[in-house]
């Protein structure tokens, strides 16, 4: 019997897609990588396929994923970055070894220095959340207007006003629930 796992929620911006890989934070927390396969599965999505994965491998996967989210609500928040959560992203980016190639069309992949190198993998979402961490890309990290789940995400619309980390999912569950608040059951004042 295949055992059925939590969909991706696939964005557009690495690090910011991975730290989903966690969602409802502040709700009913929903895992989307529970094996070392669902790992494998969503790096693959990225362009950073590994043949296998260690649970040793998913534990380093899941620490940094927990960093880049602390440190991109801090960044979101204008809070001083803590300080574990910013040595765990650095230790990752150290330790890749992941080489940024051409290729012969004109679009740039990542080519890890071996195939179970789950490590080169990290070490360019560690990269990837640096980048934006810092300020050096075009957008702004903010946080989902959603209360059970608070993501950090970037915000790359020109207006920089997006206010869910996703529109198919929280986006469309706030409204909703606004509809429901007013158009549902409650009883509504006079006025
Ligand atoms: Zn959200």
């Not at 992203?89 to 070894?97: L, V």
């Not at 702004?140 to 915000?155: I, V």
């Amino acid at each position: 019997m295949r055992v059925e796992f939590p969909e991706f929620r696939l964005g557009t911006v690495l690090a910011t897609s991975f730290t989903g890989t966690l969602s409802e934070r502040h709700g009913e927390a929903v895992e989307r990588i529970p094996t070392p396969q669902r790992l494998v599965d969503w790096l693959a999505v990225y362009g950073l396929a590994v043949d296998s994965c260690t649970p040793a491998q998913l534990d380093l996967a899941r620490a940094l994923r927990e960093s880049i989210h602390a440190a991109a609500t801090a960044a979101a928040t204008q809070e001083a970055l803590p300080e574990s959560a910013v040595q765990v992203i650095n230790d990752r980016s150290a330790q890749g070894r992941a080489a940024a190639v051409l290729t012969p069309e004109g679009e740039r992949r990542w080519q890890l220095s071996s195939a179970s190198r789950v490590e080169d993998a990290l070490g360019v979402i560690a990269a990837d959340a640096i980048g934006i961490i810092a300020g050096e890309r075009d957008g702004k990290l903010a946080l989902c207007a959603s209360p059970t789940c608070r993501a950090a995400f970037f915000d790359t619309s020109q207006s920089r006003t997006r206010k869910w980390c996703d529109m198919n999912t929280c986006g469309n569950r706030q409204k909703k629930a606004r509809f429901l608040a007013t158009h549902g059951k409650k009883p509504r004042s006079a006025d």
